[in-house]
Every structure is written in C-alpha cells, then in structure tokens.
C-alpha cells in the first residue's frame, strides 16, 4: 500500500472514495483526503453506526436493541480492502470496498458482507468454493431525482415506449450509445458485465454480469447497482432496481447462478453420466434450496414491493420448484454437465441486498448438503400447474410480514448468521412492513374514497 499512495502523490491524487454497504443493500459512502486514507489503511476506521439503525428513507427504527437514541449512535469499525481499488475516471479518484469490523477487528455481527463471508467459511468446510455471477433487470427513465418527486412518482416517461421489445435488435441499436457507453463504463470499473439487452416491458433492460469466485460477485453486483443509476442520472435519465415497479408489466428481477468447486477448480456439480448432467451435490444442494428457500425468502424478497413481483403468470416463481432449463420453476438448472454447470435461483428481485441474497441461496444449499437431501422429482413444463400438489411448506409467503415471521424461527438461519444478525434484520424488516400498514396509498383512495 505504501507503493500505491506514492503512486497517488505522483498522480496528483488528492481524495480517495469509500462505501460500505448497509442491511438494504444501500452503499453509504464519502470521500477521504490522501492523508486519511493513509491513516485508515493502517488502523481502520469508525463508521456512524446509525446505517444500522434507519431504513432506506433514513428514519430511524423506534425498537432497535443494537443502535438508537438510547445507544448514543457510537461509531462501528471498518476495514478498508486492499484488493478492491476502482478508478473513477470521472472523479478523479480511486473507490474502495469497506467492511464493518466488531471490536478488536472480530467480524461484525450486522455487515452484510461478513454474513455472505460466513456462508462461504462453512462451504470451505466441506472443501467447497463458490463460483457465482448475478443478472439484473432494472427501469430506465427519461426522469431525473427532481421530476420523479415532482410527479409523485406517477405517469412517468420511460426511455422507450412500448412493452413488446424484448430481446429487441431496433432498441440496442437506436440506443446502441447508451448501451455500448454502460459496458464499457461497467469495464473500466471492473464490473465487466457478459450480457446487456432489453427485456419485456417498457424501458426494461437486463444486465449480466461475469461470474467470480468468493465474495467477489456480490462485491460486483453491489457496485453495479449504484454505479449504473449514477451513470443514468449523469445522463439525465433514471433508473430503478424495485422489484417492480408497475402492476402493468412484468418485475425486476435478480437472478443468482452459481456452482461449487474444489481446490483444484472443478466445478463439483457436474457429472457426464447423469442425463441433466447433475451430480450427487447438485442434486442435494437443489434438494437444499427446495426445503430452506422459504426459511430465507425475506433476506432474497426483503422490501414490501418485493412479494407484486412473485405472483404466478410473471416469470417470478411463487413457490419452491425446480427444473432442467426450466425458467417457470424457482430454480432452474442449467449446463448439461460440463464446467457451466451451475444452478440459477431465480426468487430474488433486483432490490435485494446481493451479499444477503447470496448467502441466502448458499445457506440454503448448504443445508441440503450437510443433510444428504434428495430432491422431489424436477417440474417439467408450468411450474406454476404444478404448486397445487406441493406441501403448503413449499409455497412462498404472500408479503414481507409472513417472510420474517418464517426467518425469526428458523433454527439453521441462527446456527449460521447468529441471533444477533437474524433478530436485527427481522426487526429492520418489521419496521419495514409496519411503516407500509399505516399509510394510506392511491389503491385504497381509488378504491374507497367515493364508494364506501
């Protein structure tokens, strides 16, 4: 590191930008003189440690045990890593990935990142490592942060009109700048995306971005995020990771693949002489996330918008199922036995917290591994025909509210996260729901202001 700030004293460098993630994914970040950041590489750093105790509009929860008004709202410790410098080329600057840090440098027991790290610590166990990669599909509008408040957030104008442009040629050409401009903004920043096209659904586009092993995806996909809005907003556009963001159209979704490998590098889910191409710990981490998926669904579903997505009919599963390139189904299998063969989770939204969703489905499949499953019989055809005759065990909770009562009791989630994270996140997303229950919202003006 000494090597690297002299390098930034020759460059001229004078800040240096830092963000650590919160419980809603959200990036809280700032910049720091070259001095500082000096000083932070060697010791550390201290955090408010209110991003632990707000939610995405800043209010603060009114029954948080870890942080509140009673707590004073201490600084919480960080690290900053080494390995994750990005250059911002438009700011001059280099970026760093921070992680919370509990006393003495012990991991924390409310950062993210350290909850998808204990996932990977307990795979490494068996002997497991994790190769995996996100795709998003998010909105993009010709807003900008003053005219969406200014509308209410209503009749908004999507970049490009129309909802039958999926895949579409005519779009990625007549847009090919903006297009062309994200992937290779995406590149400079290390978060090379391997597939950018439109989706079904006004303005909707769909991002891929490479898989990596560890923790590094989640790092990527949790950039990506928040690097994509600000290169929209740069532009005078918007765009939005909600879940969904019209009743009218489709959701957003975040789609997790990923597969397991040992020390050597080879991918542990593949087997040539099964017919999908499976192997036994394929088969059992499906069996895995058959039997858990519902245990887990807030940390993948963790907003109130989150549940108008997983309704049937909406290339969202609703329970869950599994099949062999099956996109109707929870998960879907795909590769055909080779060294892409990996498993695709298709329950996350694109509004999750990456590192939770990640951990989520790692948890998940962990336990099918650790437990010997077997999975059901794969769905062939409309996963949605089939839910009829699954356990009511199998079929997701209906809202945010019936998702965290399932969390809060659930054994295996304490074992691996800790009570500490668990009841903090249950909380964080009661509150959550709780804050919805008590506003009145245009669906129940139109509905009962003249009429009732």
């Given at each position: 590191?000494?090597e ?30 070259l001095d500082?950041f ?6 550390g ?5 209110c991003?632990?105790?707000w ?9 948080g ?7 004073g ?5 960080y ?16 970026y ?18 350290t ?7 307990r ?5 497991l ?5 996100f ?13 969406v ?6 009749n908004l ?16 050409c ?5 297009f ?18 439109c989706?079904t ?5 769909e991002?891929a ?6 923790a ?12 994509a ?7 005078g ?5 909600m879940a ?7 959701g ?7 597969s ?23 088969k059992?981490?499906v ?6 998926l519902?245990?887990y ?38 590769g055909?036995g080779?060294?892409s ?8 939204g ?16 962990l ?6 499953l ?30 965290t009562?399932?969390?809060?009791r ?12 668990v ?6 997303r009661?509150?959550e729901?709780?804050?919805y ?5 245009d669906w129940?003006?139109a509905r009962?202001?003249?009429i009732?």
């Amino acid at each position: 590191m000494t090597e690297k700030l002299a390098e930034y004293r020759r460059r001229g460098v004078a800040r240096v930008k830092l963000g650590l993630t919160d419980l809603d994914g959200v990036i809280r970040g700032k910049y720091v003189s070259l001095d500082k950041f000096a000083d932070l590489m060697a010791k550390g750093g201290g955090f408010c440690d209110c991003v632990f105790g707000w939610g995405v509009d800043d209010e603060l929860y009114d029954n948080g045990r870890y942080t509140g008004w009673h707590s004073g709202f201490p600084d919480v410790g960080y690290r900053l890593l080494a390995d994750s410098e990005r250059w911002l080329a438009d700011e001059g600057c280099p970026y760093f990935i921070g992680e919370f840090v509990g006393e003495g440098g012990a991991p924390h027991p409310l950062c993210p990142r350290t909850q998808l790290r204990k996932a990977l610590a307990r795979l490494a166990e068996h002997g497991l490592w994790l190769v995996s990669g996100f795709e998003y599909e998010f909105a993009v509008f010709e807003e900008t942060p003053h005219s969406v408040r200014e509308k209410h957030y209503h009749n908004l104008r999507p970049l490009t009109p129309g909802d039958n442009f999926g895949y579409s040629m005519l779009r990625t050409c007549a847009q090919s700048d903006l297009f062309t401009h994200l992937m290779e903004h995406c590149r400079a920043l290390d978060l090379d995306l391997e597939g950018l096209h439109c989706e079904t659904g006004a303005c909707i586009w769909e991002a891929a971005l490479q898989a990596r092993p560890d923790a590094e995806a989640a790092d990527r996909a949790n950039l990506f995020k928040t690097f994509a809005k600000a290169y929209f907003q740069k532009r005078g556009l918007m765009t939005t990771f909600m879940a969904k963001w019209s009743m009218d159209f489709p959701g957003s979704s975040g789609h997790f693949h990923f597969s397991l490998v040992d020390a050597q590098g080879v991918n542990r889910f593949q087997d040539a002489a099964d017919p999908a191409g499976m192997s036994t710990l394929q088969k059992q981490a499906v069996a895995g996330l058959e039997h858990h998926l519902n245990d887990y669904l807030a940390l993948l579903a963790p907003t109130v918008n989150s549940y108008t997505r997983l309704v049937k009919g909406y290339w969202a599963p609703t329970a869950a199922t599994w099949g062999v390139e099956n996109r109707t189904a929870a998960i879907r299998i795909i590769g055909g036995g080779g060294p892409s063969q990996r498993i695709e989770c298709r329950v996350g939204g694109a509004d999750a917290n990456p590192y939770l969703a990640a951990a989520a489905a790692v948890a998940a499949a962990l336990h099918g591994i650790e437990e010997g499953l077997t999975p059901s019989p794969p769905v062939a055809g409309n996963a949605y025909e089939a839910e009829d005759g699954l356990p009511e065990s199998h079929r997701f909770p209906s809202n945010l509210g019936a998702a965290t009562d399932r969390l809060e009791r659930c054994a295996a989630a304490r074992d691996l996260f800790g009570d500490a994270f668990v009841d903090h996140f249950v909380m964080s997303r009661r509150w959550e729901f709780q804050e919805y229950e008590r506003h009145v919202n245009d669906w129940q003006l139109a509905r009962y202001f003249e009429i009732i």
